[in-house]
């Protein structure tokens, strides 16, 4: 069984910064992506960044270019993201998802059904 655990989460004024923090443990950890998604009030969850872990390649929903940096520590077994420029529109509980199941290709990365764990949440707050 593998845990997710997200850190990182606050409330800020729009313009700020906040970085997030996935720590995952469990059985010998191993996974193919991690990713990113979030959650607003009423609306469905979407995925905003995803990094590969072996090679450390980064996707991004085109709403969060050039704001938000994912990366990871392998090390650790952490995946961070660093969210700047933060808008009102970026309030919503962000969960931290791994893939443990196989490579994923471009196109299925963004897909919330291929990932197998997921963290609990952690809520982000954006004020105008």
């Known amino acids: 069984q593998v845990q997710l655990v997200e850190s990182g989460g606050g409330s800020v004024q729009a313009g700020g910064s906040l970085r997030l923090s996935c720590a995952a443990s469990?059985?010998?950890?191993?996974?193919?992506?991690m990713g990113w998604f979030r959650q607003a009030p009423g609306k469905e969850r979407e995925f905003v960044a995803a990094i590969t872990w072996s090679v450390g390649s980064t996707y991004y929903v085109n709403s969060v270019k050039g704001r938000f940096a994912i990366s990871r520590d392998n090390a650790k077994n952490t995946v961070f993201l660093q969210m700047n420029s933060l808008k009102p529109e970026d309030a919503a509980v962000y969960y931290c998802a791994a893939d443990t199941t196989r490579p994923l290709r471009v196109v299925d990365i963004s897909k919330l059904a291929n990932y197998d764990y997921w963290g609990q949440g952690t809520q982000v707050t954006v004020s105008s």
């Open positions: 469990g059985r010998t950890f191993s996974s193919y992506a």
